[in-house]
């Protein structure tokens, strides 16, 4: 993330809204991943936090009325405008999107969004009645005609009692859509395929087969794909993990239900990684009644799952696609890898040793190397969030070779 933020140079507009103390925390995250903050308050967000607390956190001076009493900026908005890489509104107020929808002038901040030409976030924040609106929903309409991004807010009891939408949406959301805006898009338009997690496979309704995987590698690969541009489905087995923010999430729990899901969702991907670990067997009997400690066998009667990735790499259109599998591996790791990758037909693999520490399941670091006909790369031991773009950068590659 501090490589996609820092030195950016965002504009931060807060408005009049019981929202506005959230935001603190926002300012300090941003400048926390080196980005340049510089935050604009209307003159009702004054009322609700003090500018003290954003000069303290993002280390920048505050801006409040267009012009300073000793006139030493006359052009805050120009300077502003052209310095700004993103320009992020939240929380905004029914008040300042009516404004900012009629292209009204009259302020620093919507001064600076009419001349700014940077890509603008809109985040509302207010009673969810006010929201509701026919007039706030139109304003809205408008706003994102015009081209600013503008992030539904979240439901749920308001600060004035009232229960819908209207709350501000939370910062792991707006963290993804700003990390998105500034981020190269190699993707943009494609549809990116990735699969995650375990699967389970049931012997009774308690028991079941799965194995170690958490999710993690698989998720920060679709929060990197959504970042990167692409319309991402990601196919998830069991996990802990929220869906990230802006990727449609198919919750599945047997390998039989990832394959059809997988095949029927590949038909419109361009681009697929398998990244799930996959159960390689399930139980030829799945029990209805659980099964007595008395009546259990010491053996377990197992059947092959279909090779999903196999499968994929057999398709007549094949070579419309880019195809990427995992490889977890404990001994003879290239070796393995380089199997996988000419069975299964693949344009490159990504393989880690399960065995070495902070690598593999579980964990939130990752130690890959990629393999694909003729290179082998070995990538650092980083965080799976790292590794995720590392391996997008690859396919990234791939993809701008192909459309050539
Ligand atoms: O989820 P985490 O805790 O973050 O852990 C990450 C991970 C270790 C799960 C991940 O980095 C990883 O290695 N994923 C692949 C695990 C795996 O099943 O590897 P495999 O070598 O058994 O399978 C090879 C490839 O074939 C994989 O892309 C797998 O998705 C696919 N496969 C396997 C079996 C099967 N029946 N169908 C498949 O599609």
Redesign the pocket.
């Given at each position: 993330m501090a490589k996609i933020l820092a030195g950016k140079r965002i504009i931060f507009g807060v408005t009049g809204s019981i929202a506005a103390f959230k935001v603190a925390g926002w300012v300090s995250h941003l400048a926390k991943e080196e980005a340049l903050v510089s935050v604009i308050m209307t003159e009702s967000a004054q009322r609700f936090i003090a500018p003290l607390t954003f000069a303290a956190l993002s280390g920048e001076k505050v801006y409040g009325a267009m012009f300073a009493d000793d006139m030493s900026e006359p052009m805050a908005h120009i300077d502003l405008a052209q310095a700004a890489s993103l320009l992020v509104i939240a929380p905004a107020s029914a008040q300042t999107i009516a404004r900012l929808a009629h292209g009204m002038a009259d302020d620093l901040l919507s001064t600076t969004v009419l001349a700014t030409r940077a890509p603008i976030i809109v985040c509302p924040a207010m009673n969810s009645k006010m929201y509701l609106h026919q007039a706030t929903q139109e304003n809205i309409t408008k706003l994102r005609n015009f081209g600013y991004i503008v992030v539904d807010p979240d439901s749920g009891m308001m600060a004035c009692k009232d229960d819908g939408p209207g709350r501000l949406v939370e910062w792991d959301s707006a963290q993804e859509i700003i990390l998105r805006c500034l981020s190269d898009k190699p993707f943009l338009g494609k549809k990116i395929l990735i699969?995650?997690?375990p699967t389970r496979e049931a012997i009774d309704p308690a028991r079941f087969l799965s194995n170690?995987?958490?999710?993690?590698?698989?998720y920060a690969l679709a929060r990197a794909a959504y970042r990167g541009g692409a319309d991402v489905t990601l196919v998830s087995g069991p996990t802990t993990l929220e869906c990230p923010y802006g990727v449609e999430r198919i919750e599945v729990e047997t390998?039989e239900e990832m394959y059809s899901t997988v095949m029927e969702k590949s038909r419109e991907a361009s681009i697929i990684i398998?990244?799930?670990?996959?159960s390689?067997f399930r139980p030829t009997e799945i029990h209805t009644q659980k099964v007595k400690k008395d009546n259990i066998k010491t053996s377990l009667e197992l059947q092959a799952?279909?090779?999903?990735?196999f499968e994929l790499g057999q398709q007549a259109d094949r070579n419309d696609k880019i195809l990427v599998?995992?490889?977890?591996?404990s001994a003879n790791i290239e070796k393995e890898a380089r199997k996988?990758l000419t069975r299964?037909n693949l344009d490159f693999i990504a393989v880690?040793n399960?065995k070495e520490e902070g690598s593999?399941?579980?964990v939130d670091t990752?130690k890959i190397t990629l393999i694909d006909a003729e290179d082998t790369i070995h990538l650092p031991h980083t965080s799976?969030e790292e590794t995720a773009r590392l391996i997008l950068e690859s396919v990234a590659t791939i993809l701008k070779n192909k459309t050539r």
């Amino acid at each position: 993330m501090a490589k996609i933020l820092a030195g950016k140079r965002i504009i931060f507009g807060v408005t009049g809204s019981i929202a506005a103390f959230k935001v603190a925390g926002w300012v300090s995250h941003l400048a926390k991943e080196e980005a340049l903050v510089s935050v604009i308050m209307t003159e009702s967000a004054q009322r609700f936090i003090a500018p003290l607390t954003f000069a303290a956190l993002s280390g920048e001076k505050v801006y409040g009325a267009m012009f300073a009493d000793d006139m030493s900026e006359p052009m805050a908005h120009i300077d502003l405008a052209q310095a700004a890489s993103l320009l992020v509104i939240a929380p905004a107020s029914a008040q300042t999107i009516a404004r900012l929808a009629h292209g009204m002038a009259d302020d620093l901040l919507s001064t600076t969004v009419l001349a700014t030409r940077a890509p603008i976030i809109v985040c509302p924040a207010m009673n969810s009645k006010m929201y509701l609106h026919q007039a706030t929903q139109e304003n809205i309409t408008k706003l994102r005609n015009f081209g600013y991004i503008v992030v539904d807010p979240d439901s749920g009891m308001m600060a004035c009692k009232d229960d819908g939408p209207g709350r501000l949406v939370e910062w792991d959301s707006a963290q993804e859509i700003i990390l998105r805006c500034l981020s190269d898009k190699p993707f943009l338009g494609k549809k990116i395929l990735i699969t995650a997690g375990p699967t389970r496979e049931a012997i009774d309704p308690a028991r079941f087969l799965s194995n170690r995987s958490s999710g993690k590698m698989g998720y920060a690969l679709a929060r990197a794909a959504y970042r990167g541009g692409a319309d991402v489905t990601l196919v998830s087995g069991p996990t802990t993990l929220e869906c990230p923010y802006g990727v449609e999430r198919i919750e599945v729990e047997t390998a039989e239900e990832m394959y059809s899901t997988v095949m029927e969702k590949s038909r419109e991907a361009s681009i697929i990684i398998k990244s799930a670990a996959v159960s390689d067997f399930r139980p030829t009997e799945i029990h209805t009644q659980k099964v007595k400690k008395d009546n259990i066998k010491t053996s377990l009667e197992l059947q092959a799952n279909p090779d999903i990735l196999f499968e994929l790499g057999q398709q007549a259109d094949r070579n419309d696609k880019i195809l990427v599998g995992f490889a977890a591996e404990s001994a003879n790791i290239e070796k393995e890898a380089r199997k996988k990758l000419t069975r299964k037909n693949l344009d490159f693999i990504a393989v880690n040793n399960i065995k070495e520490e902070g690598s593999g399941f579980g964990v939130d670091t990752n130690k890959i190397t990629l393999i694909d006909a003729e290179d082998t790369i070995h990538l650092p031991h980083t965080s799976k969030e790292e590794t995720a773009r590392l391996i997008l950068e690859s396919v990234a590659t791939i993809l701008k070779n192909k459309t050539r």
